[in-house]
């Protein structure tokens, strides 16, 4: 093929133009990540949890409906909720006995004797999807982290299993997952609330003392329920910005 | 001052050779070359394992949120169950287990809901599941109903005496 300059020229300049205006295009397109629900807007919400420590039985029906929902492995140690049992005593409130066999999986055993004044009450714990979450910080991939509705995720395939955010999170709340090495955790199982279903937790707890809440949402009966109780966050001194509310919360519980 | 450096040229002999900064700048030339190549493959690379939306919320991949969301629940939650079973769910109004979900005590049963088994869902066991709550134990509520298995009436399913859907005896 016989070309001049002109008009090779002329055809490279339109190749070069036309390569870039597509690459600007494709960006856009695979910019336009739908949400992850047809009808759900991220920033729509803001989750959190209530949990009311006065109605919680300690039946371990969290924690069963926990593992069941999100295939957490059954050994020890692997919990996205685990519920424990304090027993303080009333002459020595700094120092709690405090045992979660199995995290409660299977329940709580009966205590022999625990004395006259000592009380004795259930905590149910999970990640409390702090606004300002030490573990997402310390994240050396960007595989961690804090979705626009509030939900601290774990994107699995970027994770690298390194265990910083296992040590960094102050509620132990994160564990490495057996099968595939990476960190695993509660995700306030998003793949129900993005439907418009509650927790599993929730969804299997008896008593009620668990109840997912939508902060963003003015109808959420969760603003009068802050209104009229205590409520209170675990370690408010390490301004995590915990969006897990206890009502009933002792000062023994760590 | 070049010549009382250099020993090998006696000072003020003229230098003939032309004065030339970078002798063997072909040696910088290559290895700037080398360097620019690497960074370009770095470049490439990186547009290649970088998703386009990386950073779009913050440092993640936004996918990872849709990643979290595409998962089936396995427990289809108390309204899909009352769908179908509206008559447990009028038989047990105005009892005590009234606002429980149905599958805090049924277990997981969204195939089942969602009709994607043929299999008929387990009969919980009164034995087992009554008891996970009701057995008394310190820690509970004074309000909340307890029994002391041992001393308590019979050895026989709990449905003997009471109704699972309303409780109080039968």
Not at chain 1, 111 to 131: I, M, Q, W
Not at chain 2, 65 to 77: L, N, W
Not at chain 2, 83 to 109: F, M, N, T, W, Y
Not at chain 2, 115 to 134: F, K, L, N, W
Request: charged share 25%; hydrophobic share 35%; aromatic share 8%.
């Amino acid at each position: 093929m016989i070309e001049d300059r002109r008009s090779f020229l002329r055809d490279t300049g339109r190749f070069l133009l036309l390569t870039g205006a597509a690459s600007i295009a494709w960006e856009h397109v695979l910019a336009g990540t739908p949400d992850a629900s047809p009808n759900y807007a991220l920033t729509d919400h803001w989750w959190g949890m209530v949990i009311d420590i006065d109605t919680c039985i300690g039946c371990g029906n969290c924690v069963r409906a926990c593992k069941a929902e999100n295939d957490v492995p059954l050994e020890e140690g692997a919990f996205r909720t685990w519920v424990e049992r304090y027993q303080v005593d009333t002459n020595d409130l700094d120092h709690p006995r405090v045992d979660s066999p199995n995290g409660g999986y299977d329940g709580f055993p009966e205590l022999r004797s625990t004395g006259e004044n000592v009380k004795v009450f259930f905590v149910p714990k999970l990640c409390n999807h702090c606004a300002h979450s030490p573990c997402v910080q310390v994240c050396p991939v960007g595989a961690t982290f804090e979705s626009p509705d509030g939900v601290v995720l774990v994107d699995k395939s970027y994770c690298i299993g390194c265990r910083y955010c296992v040590q960094a999170c102050p509620y132990g709340c994160r564990f490495i997952d057996p099968r595939t090495m990476t960190a695993d955790k509660c995700t306030l199982c998003y793949h129900r609330i993005t439907k418009g279903l509650t927790t599993a937790c929730c969804e299997a707890c008896p008593t009620g003392a668990r109840q997912l809440v939508d902060l963003k949402n003015p109808k959420d009966p969760v603003h009068e329920f802050i209104r009229t109780h205590a409520v209170h966050v675990l370690k408010p001194q390490m301004a995590t910005g915990a969006k897990v509310y206890y009502n009933g919360l002792d000062g023994a519980v760590r | 001052m070049d010549g009382e450096r250099d020993g090998s040229r006696p000072s003020g002999e003229p230098d003939e050779r032309p004065r030339v900064h970078f002798r063997d700048y072909e040696h910088v030339l290559r290895m700037a070359g080398l360097f620019a190549f690497a960074i370009v493959l770095f470049l490439v690379w990186r547009a290649w394992a970088v998703p386009p939306d990386f950073g779009r919320y913050g440092h993640f991949r936004p996918g990872a949120i849709t990643d979290a969301a595409d998962r089936t629940p396995k427990y289809a939650g108390h309204e899909l169950c009352i769908e179908c079973h509206s008559d447990v769910e009028q038989a047990r109004q105005g009892g005590g287990h009234a606002k429980i979900g149905c599958e805090a005590c049924h277990g997981p049963l969204g195939r089942h809901a969602r009709a994607e088994t043929d299999q008929a869902p387990v009969r919980p066991s009164t034995r087992g599941v009554c008891v996970t709550c009701h057995t008394a134990g310190e820690g509970k509520p004074k309000s909340f109903p307890q029994v002391v298995l041992r001393e308590h009436a019979s050895a026989g399913p709990c449905t003997e005496c009471h109704q699972a859907h309303k409780p109080g005896l039968t």
